[in-house]
Structure formats: C-alpha cells, structure tokens
C-alpha cells in the first residue's frame, strides 16, 4: 500500500522555480502532519518544511525562509512545496513523509511513512 506519492523534481536553472507535489492517501492526509525533507550526497537528511494536518500551522529551516513555500490542497489531498530562487545549494533527493504531532515536525525520528524521493538539481 502506497500511501504518499513525490513529483514535481527536475532540472532547473540557478534563479529558478520548480514545485513539488506530494499525494497522500486520505487517512494520512486527515490525521498527519507532512513534512518535506532532502538528502544531498554524502549528508545527513534534513527538514525543509512542514505543515500541520489542518494546514493551519508551518514551519521552515532557516535556510529555505522566504523562498519556499508549503501548502496542502485538501481537497486533492496533496502537499506542495513551491520552490523559488533556487541555489545549486538546493540540490538534493526531496522526500515527503507523514508524523503525527506538528510540534515534532523537525524530528525526523517522528516521522511514520516516506515517499520514494523526488531529484531536484539546480545547476546551469
């Protein structure tokens, strides 16, 4: 049972924009926290952003403040990250993954499912 989906990762250009989808099966969508996550190589993986199961609450690490954005559709049941003014610094596997309490959202053991990954690589 596939209960969270990545897409959206590609190439794009220094300066550029690109947007993540992350599809989750209702259940998680309504009782889930999701957090959005990426792993570069050879680091440790790392919170990105994250939103409330309502939708109402957010977070993001400093280094993505004011260039990302996140967001869930509840109708569709989906999670975007909007990503603009990217940095080749960006690069990275992007993974969505559900947790149940919000004010753990940066505690990557607190996280229950993941997706597979989206690349993103932000080179010219």
């Known amino acids: 049972q596939v209960l969270l989906v990545e897409s959206g990762g590609g190439l794009v250009q220094p300066g550029g924009s690109l947007r993540l989808s992350c599809a989750a099966s209702?259940?998680?969508?309504?009782?889930?926290?999701i957090g959005w996550f990426r792993q570069a190589p050879g680091k440790e993986r790392e919170v990105v952003a994250c939103i409330s199961s309502s939708g109402g609450s957010t977070h993001y690490d400093d280094s993505v403040k004011g260039r990302f954005t996140i967001s869930k559709d509840n109708t569709k049941i989906t999670v975007y990250l909007q990503m603009s003014s990217l940095k080749p610094e960006d690069t990275a596997v992007y993974y969505c993954a559900a947790g149940l309490l919000f004010s753990r959202c940066v505690h990557i053991e607190d996280y229950d499912y993941w997706g597979q990954g989206t690349q993103v690589t932000v080179s010219s």
């Open positions: 209702g259940f998680i969508a309504d009782h889930y926290m």
